[in-house]
């Protein structure tokens, strides 16, 4: 039986690119890999997934009314790295610059982010949006 694509751009099936980072049973070990399956958290609007990779000190914060109701307006179109500096295996942070394309109110939109990732007991989040300079 083929598999639906993963949302993330990655040309392999969800059930082996991001759904074992949605369902617990891996953790991304880059940051790359990381924001790829944020990307399709939003696309699948796994919330709890979005909040469980913001870095510890805002998840109290998290919105997650507000991130499901953007996630379930928007019909998420396509993901493209644009760069990545660090974020491997071995490094403690790194950034990821990217573009998500979506529909929202029959128009396509663009969001363009340069996110910063860090590491902290073995397992990556994403941080914040950096300025793009």
Same mark, same amino acid.
């Given at each position: 039986m083929q598999q639906d694509p993963c949302p993330c751009g990655?040309? +392999?099936?969800?059930?082996?690119c991001c759904e074992r980072y949605l369902v617990g049973t #891996?953790?991304?070990?880059t940051a790359q890999a990381l924001m790829r399956s944020r990307y399709? #958290?939003?696309?699948k609007q796994n919330i709890a997934y979005l909040k469980d990779?913001?870095?510890? +000190?805002?998840?109290?914060?998290?919105?997650?009314? @507000?991130?499901?109701?953007?996630?379930?307006?928007?019909?998420?179109?396509?993901?493209?790295i644009l760069s990545v500096e660090k974020g491997t295996a071995?490094? /403690?942070?790194?950034?990821v610059l990217f573009?998500? /394309?979506?529909?929202?109110?029959? #128009?396509? @939109?663009?969001?363009r982010e340069l996110s910063l990732f860090r590491k902290k007991s073995g397992r990556w989040y994403y941080v914040e949006a950096l300025p793009q300079g």
């Open positions: 990655s040309d +392999k099936p969800f059930g082996a #891996a953790l991304p070990d399709t #958290a939003y696309a990779t913001l870095w510890p +000190k805002y998840q109290p914060e998290f919105d997650s009314f @507000a991130v499901s109701k953007w996630a379930s307006e928007s019909h998420w179109v396509g993901l493209e071995k490094d /403690r942070d790194g950034t573009e998500a /394309r979506y529909l929202s109110a029959g #128009a396509l @939109a663009l969001h």
